[in-house]
């Protein structure tokens, strides 16, 4: 049977059980019920489904090909330190994101409700994303990159900037990227996969370890996908504000002028060093 058919299954026999005590489960409790308009109205099941590879693989030829012209316009070096921005821009993104989407208080909220249940559904079944297809993995991002590629491509001058292009590409690819290291934080057999390893050991990976500390209630460390800003978002969580608004404006804020400010950081950081 299909992965997703098997664990909607799962969660079926999970909410079924937790309706025979008194205080059910916020999570489960919204899976107990149909969603509205695909999720946009009401958070509700069905949860795990298949995505479409359509805009899975017109982004990433598009981004393919606007990373190929920016290389060619700039230089090597240049795209290294621009790869390297786009993963520290990514996990921090990746941090304020799962801080809003792992909050029960923000299921009730219209458009924004299903992805929080899809998400904290994965705290009841960790290994959910190593069943799945990986490509349906990878298409759980294609609602927000493809509105993020169209807003930004309204947004910035991507057709005739390199390093603005660059940027944008890279986005898309460091988001697949933070799926598999999402997907190999759950998979045991990956401490015996040297590249993952490697990966590791250079700390652009999450170790097993660490995204495991995240899955213990109440789930409220180590948010980030990749590990390198979880210092950060520890901090900010713990020491400055839990106000769930503030987290979500941040996110809205950095998910729609990311790039722009990746972009500007690195025109000057390169023009500096001599790079363009």
Not at 260 to 276: D, Q, R, T
């Amino acid at each position: 049977r299909d992965a997703n058919a098997v664990l909607e299954d799962q969660v079926q026999r999970l909410v079924l059980k937790s309706q025979q005590g008194q205080d059910q489960d916020p999570v489960l409790k919204a899976a107990s019920l149909p969603k509205l308009y695909d999720g946009v109205v009401r958070a509700g099941t069905p949860i795990y489904v298949g995505r479409s590879r359509i805009p899975l693989a017109f982004l990433s030829a598009l981004a393919l090909g606007g990373l190929s012209w920016s290389i060619y316009d700039i230089n090597i070096p240049a795209f290294c330190v621009c790869f390297v921005v786009a993963l520290v821009g990514y996990d921090l993104l990746s941090g304020f994101l799962h801080v809003v989407l792992d909050n029960p208080a923000n299921l009730n909220i219209p458009i924004l409700g299903q992805p929080c249940l899809e998400f904290q559904m994965h705290h009841h079944f960790p290994t959910d994303l190593v069943k799945r297809d990986f490509l349906d993995v990878l298409g759980d991002l294609n609602t927000v990159v493809s509105i993020l590629a169209v807003w930004n491509l309204c947004l910035l001058d991507i057709l005739n900037n390199p390093i603005v292009r660059c940027m944008a590409a890279l986005k898309l690819f460091v988001a697949y990227y933070g799926q598999y290291s999402h997907r190999a934080a759950h998979t045991p057999s990956s401490v015996n996969n040297k590249f993952v390893e490697g990966l590791r050991s250079l700390g652009i990976m999450i170790p097993l370890d660490t995204h495991r500390s995240h899955h213990r209630a109440p789930h409220d460390k180590d948010f980030c996908l990749l590990g390198m800003c979880n210092p950060l978002i520890n901090f900010i969580y713990h020491k400055v504000t839990t106000n769930r608004w503030i987290w979500m404006a941040c996110f809205v804020a950095l998910g729609l002028g990311g790039i722009a400010i990746e972009a500007m950081l690195m025109e000057n950081l390169l023009a500096s060093v001599g790079l363009v």
